[in-house]
């Protein structure tokens, strides 16, 4: 602190200014706070299994279970019962469906579209957000096709394409592409508008690092064991900011409705510029390697389960976020509904 800055201090303490005044009591507390968690700011992610009554726990996600889609169906509607507006959809395909080209993706028929379906047919009021991908799909766990090593991105944005025609058509409302190749947004945009999807939103995941963060989820998806390398020449660098942020901007040129920054916590910084520049909405993945921890610390005795569920969540609403994926939404939504 600078002798001036001291003295200035000073003045204000003796003018009367406590910082402490407004923190006396819940009630002082409760009549200033700047933002607010709800139920609406929750988006919750599902991962669906093939099969009937069947449900399968994911070791590396404590509390998180793969559901057949008729599970998949009644959990829907508990969220909906609970004011949750929206399901992130992902498949765990079969593991003979994998191949190198990943034709299943666009597959009518695939899990991802009947569990689409079948939501849509019982729950209609609940928003649907499809993943477009090839990592659930490959044998090679990447998110596009492969030639040798390299990953293809006009090829892959092709097949990205009718992989999305299929979920809109089956009743997606958003569709999410998460793979990060170029260009897609535009093309997935002209592809939808020319199918009479015009309403279909477009959430992009815009900046999307490359993170360990995402472990505990390619175990849920299958895809972990499979996946050879990395993805860094498709996934952000973690040193990159403006990259980023000159991500987010394309998206946005290309149509994107909304955008997404992933993983959540450790990037709060890109949400909050992202809100800043452009306010549209921001949305933020909280991923699966950051909910194991909060479960794994909290097995452990290391921390209180709840209040870092919420403070976590808190703390993505105070970045900036309009909303979050989170595999506590569930857990959230009956905490708040108290
Ligand atoms: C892949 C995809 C990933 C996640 C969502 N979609 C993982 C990856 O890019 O390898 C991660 C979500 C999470 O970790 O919870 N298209």
């Given at each position: 602190m600078t002798q001036q800055n001291r003295e200035k201090a000073d003045l204000d303490f003796l003018a009367g200014k406590r910082m402490r005044r407004t923190r006396q009591a819940a009630w002082s507390r409760a009549m200033v706070q700047e933002t607010d968690l709800t139920v609406r700011?929750?988006?919750?992610?599902?991962?669906?299994?093939?099969?009937?009554?069947?449900r399968e726990s994911i070791a590396t996600m404590p509390g998180v279970e793969r559901l057949s889609i008729d599970l998949a169906v009644e959990a829907a509607k508990e969220a909906r019962d609970l004011g949750i507006p929206s399901?992130?959809?992902?498949p765990c395909t079969q593991n003979d469906r994998r191949t190198e080209d990943g034709r299943e993706s666009y597959n009518p028929d695939n899990l991802m579209c009947r569990a689409l379906r079948a939501i849509k047919a019982e729950v209609p009021d609940i928003g649907l957000i499809a993943d477009v991908a090839l990592d659930p799909y490959t044998s090679h766990g990447h998110d596009g096709l492969m030639d040798g090593e390299v990953i293809?991105?006009?090829?892959?944005?092709?097949?990205?394409?009718?992989?999305?025609?299929?979920?809109?058509?089956?009743?997606?409302?958003?569709?999410?592409?998460?793979?990060?190749?170029?260009?897609?947004?535009?093309?997935?945009?002209?592809?939808?508008?020319?199918?009479?999807?015009?309403?279909?939103?477009?959430?992009?995941?815009?900046?999307?690092?490359?993170?360990?963060?995402?472990?505990?989820?390619?175990?849920a998806v299958g895809s972990g064991a499979r996946l050879k390398g990395d993805k860094k020449t498709y996934q952000l660098e973690p040193f990159n900011r403006a990259e980023a942020l000159r991500e987010v901007e394309q998206d946005l040129l290309e149509a994107?409705?909304?955008v997404m920054v992933k993983p959540g916590m450790a990037y709060l910084d890109i949400v909050r510029e992202v809100k800043?520049?452009?306010?549209?909405?921001?949305?933020?993945?909280?991923?699966?390697?950051?909910?194991?921890?909060i479960e794994f610390?909290?097995?452990a005795g290391a921390l209180d389960r709840q209040a870092a569920m919420m403070e976590s969540l808190i703390a993505f609403k105070r970045a900036g976020c309009s909303g979050i994926l989170t595999y506590f939404a569930m857990d959230v939504a009956r905490l708040l509904q108290k």
């Amino acid at each position: 602190m600078t002798q001036q800055n001291r003295e200035k201090a000073d003045l204000d303490f003796l003018a009367g200014k406590r910082m402490r005044r407004t923190r006396q009591a819940a009630w002082s507390r409760a009549m200033v706070q700047e933002t607010d968690l709800t139920v609406r700011d929750l988006i919750w992610p599902l991962f669906i299994l093939d099969g009937e009554n069947s449900r399968e726990s994911i070791a590396t996600m404590p509390g998180v279970e793969r559901l057949s889609i008729d599970l998949a169906v009644e959990a829907a509607k508990e969220a909906r019962d609970l004011g949750i507006p929206s399901l992130a959809l992902f498949p765990c395909t079969q593991n003979d469906r994998r191949t190198e080209d990943g034709r299943e993706s666009y597959n009518p028929d695939n899990l991802m579209c009947r569990a689409l379906r079948a939501i849509k047919a019982e729950v209609p009021d609940i928003g649907l957000i499809a993943d477009v991908a090839l990592d659930p799909y490959t044998s090679h766990g990447h998110d596009g096709l492969m030639d040798g090593e390299v990953i293809l991105n006009d090829e892959s944005v092709a097949v990205l394409i009718k992989q999305a025609l299929n979920q809109a058509k089956a009743g997606a409302d958003i569709i999410a592409p998460s793979d990060m190749m170029d260009g897609r947004i535009g093309a997935l945009r002209e592809a939808l508008d020319n199918e009479g999807y015009e309403n279909v939103i477009l959430l992009s995941y815009a900046a999307k690092f490359a993170s360990a963060f995402y472990g505990p989820f390619r175990d849920a998806v299958g895809s972990g064991a499979r996946l050879k390398g990395d993805k860094k020449t498709y996934q952000l660098e973690p040193f990159n900011r403006a990259e980023a942020l000159r991500e987010v901007e394309q998206d946005l040129l290309e149509a994107a409705d909304w955008v997404m920054v992933k993983p959540g916590m450790a990037y709060l910084d890109i949400v909050r510029e992202v809100k800043d520049q452009f306010d549209v909405p921001v949305f933020a993945y909280q991923v699966s390697g950051e909910y194991a921890q909060i479960e794994f610390a909290a097995a452990a005795g290391a921390l209180d389960r709840q209040a870092a569920m919420m403070e976590s969540l808190i703390a993505f609403k105070r970045a900036g976020c309009s909303g979050i994926l989170t595999y506590f939404a569930m857990d959230v939504a009956r905490l708040l509904q108290k």
